[in-house]
């Protein structure tokens, strides 16, 4: 037999798109053009392996299982994962989560004609931010509100009405990059502004500021180091000191909290930055916020402050490419409601895991351990944090289920982990793997409890 048709043999074993088909439908997986882009690039891998593919052992249905099970663990689709890592606003886990009772409510009225921009009294085009506004203003002391898709459309929408052809004046110590490559630099360039650094990386003071200003200068701005810390010998100028000077030399004051908090936490040491209301009431014109972190809402960018600087915003023509629609509205609407009863502890899980004491989650964890083989699940303490660029370097106590399976290296557990149903997601500390079970949610305890028995089962 020549090359060429041996090449032909091997790949005769390859089952034709329409027998994948049929054979994903019947082990009740989906099939056809909902996952035809990964079945060749499936395809594509098999015939390139051509030792396993030119095994003896390998059969048409040993391809069809192989597809299988890649189609199983390598899934693209959204899906609810059980996030034990500690870290209460995940970013890679879709932040901040939503009470179940919250998104019955906003899926009673997101299935039904609202009133989102309509008028009930007028019977008239309607204000968009009308309640969602209200709250905010209620709760925060701001004189008016925009809202927009995410903080950093929040930033860049603020600078290029307020500051473009102008100097923006910052902190070199605040030239930050968070996340997704979102740098100030370059935010401030894009928005047509000029970026004027004063003081040094660790430390700037008020006079720093005093004499970078200039005719030309527009926006003070004041930035949130979320995902770092700077400790040592630092120093930074207080809010209500700028505010005094951009009053004084006729500029306006913009400070970017990123992830900044309405209230208080239960945890003393979580207490470390300014609320949201304080930050206005220290003379701020204008503040940007995040609504998936700290607050526990949809993603979101919150402006607030001086009403006639944010009928400015309002009314830039980019703001209408960057406003949220209806159901992010909705969830917003909901979260803030929360707060206003005074129960975001108990309607929002992002502030209920937050503030929730190390004793309420060592029951918790205790419960689970209970249901679990001791030889292999120990439960131990351990520590949470924030998160999500929120509140750096702080951390709470918590309480966690350490994994021990004989045989097994740390990275082959967490990997079967990831292949549980739901995916269990995990951490290594101290060379042992750890569910930490404050950000285990209530619901999916039992869900939890099922997948560790399966990992040795």
Not at 11 to 25: N, R, W
Not at 178 to 184: E, K, N, Q
Not at 348 to 371: C, D, F, W, Y
Request: proline letters at 4%; aromatic letters at 4%.
């Amino acid at each position: 037999m020549t090359t060429m048709q041996q090449s032909q043999h091997i790949f005769s074993k390859i089952p034709p798109i329409q027998e994948i088909d049929q054979y994903l439908e019947d082990e009740g997986l989906k099939h056809g053009r909902e996952v035809r882009n990964t079945v060749q690039k499936l395809l594509l891998s098999i015939r390139q392996d051509m030792d396993w593919l030119s095994d003896a052992n390998t059969t048409r249905q040993s391809i069809l299982e192989r597809i299988k099970t890649e189609l199983e663990q390598n899934k693209q689709e959204l899906t609810q994962v059980i996030n034990g890592t500690g870290a209460i606003i995940h970013t890679n886990l879709g932040r901040s989560v939503f009470d179940r009772e919250l998104l019955d409510e906003v899926s009673e009225i997101a299935s039904s004609y609202t009133n989102l921009e309509f008028s009930l009294e007028t019977g008239k085009r309607g204000a968009r931010l009308s309640n969602v506004g209200g709250l905010l203003k209620t709760l925060t002391g701001a004189e008016e509100v925009v809202v927009v898709n995410n903080n950093a459309a929040g930033v860049l929408l603020s600078l290029i009405t307020l500051a473009k052809g102008h100097e923006v004046v910052i902190s070199r110590g605040e030239l930050v990059e968070i996340g997704g490559s979102f740098r100030i630099p370059e935010i401030i360039q894009v928005s047509g502004a000029t970026l004027k650094e004063v003081g040094t990386t660790n430390r700037t003071r008020l006079p720093d500021y005093e004499n970078a200003i200039t005719e030309n200068t527009a926006v003070l701005l004041k930035v949130h180091t979320s995902n770092y810390q700077v400790i040592g010998f630092t120093e930074s100028t207080p809010t209500s000191a700028l505010s005094r000077l951009a009053k004084q030399k006729g500029v306006l004051l913009m400070e970017d909290l990123g992830s900044g908090a309405l209230t208080g936490f239960q945890h003393s040491i979580l207490n470390s930055e300014p609320l949201v209301p304080q930050v206005l009431k220290d003379g701020v014109d204008v503040v940007t916020v995040s609504g998936d972190k700290l607050l526990g809402g949809p993603q979101a960018g919150i402006i607030l402050g001086r009403k006639h600087l944010l009928d400015k915003i309002r009314k830039h023509p980019l703001y209408r490419a960057l406003r949220c629609d209806k159901i992010t509205m909705l969830l917003l609407e909901k979260t803030l409601v929360s707060y206003a009863n005074n129960q975001q502890n108990k309607k929002i899980p992002t502030q209920r895991m937050l503030n929730e004491s190390a004793e309420e989650v060592h029951r918790r964890a205790a419960g689970i351990a209970a249901k679990l083989d001791k030889k292999m699940f120990t439960l131990v303490q351990c520590s949470s944090t924030p998160g999500g660029g929120s509140l750096p370097g702080k951390a709470i106590p918590s309480w966690g289920i350490k994994l021990q399976i004989p045989g097994r290296e740390e990275e082959q557990v967490l990997s079967r982990l990831r292949r549980s149903r739901p995916p269990i997601i995990g951490r290594i500390i101290d060379g042992n793997v750890i569910i930490d079970c404050r950000t285990v949610l209530p619901h999916q305890e039992n869900l939890l409890i099922n997948g560790l028995k399966a990992l040795v089962g």
